[in-house]
């Protein structure tokens, strides 16, 4: 069974930083896509950053030149480096990732981590 592992989250204070992990772990032929997403308290999820398994990036404009997304392909891993956090960027944190499951489909399917609390206050 593919699991997604978040590690990372915790509380810093305005201006500190903070680095996301996630993990996939499992059986699976390959993983595309891997992404960030985050929601706040009484707000719907939202895209924070992507990155492709070429290395390709899209960010959320809030996080444009804060927040760096990065990949280990070889470790099935996908990292948010975090700095200058302000107070509206408290939120539960969720991984993401398109994986194929088989090498006998083309076929990706879509999964969650499991969340990991980011709190910016000072």
């Known amino acids: 069974q593919v699991q997604l592992v978040e590690s990372g989250g915790g509380l810093v204070q305005p201006g500190g930083s903070l680095r996301l992990s996630c993990a996939a772990s499992?059986?699976?032929?390959?993983?595309?896509?891997m992404g960030w997403y985050s929601q706040a308290p009484r707000k719907e999820r939202e895209l924070v950053a992507v990155i492709t398994v070429g290395g390709n990036t899209n960010y959320a404009d809030s996080v444009k030149g804060r927040f760096t997304i990065s990949r280990d392909n070889r470790r099935n891993t996908v990292y948010l480096q975090m700095n200058s956090l302000k107070p509206e960027d408290t939120a539960i944190y969720y991984c993401n990732a398109e994986i194929r499951p088989t090498s006998f489909s083309d076929q990706y399917n879509n999964y969650w981590g499991q969340g990991t609390q980011v709190t910016v206050s000072s």
């Open positions: 499992g059986s699976f032929f390959g993983i595309s896509d």
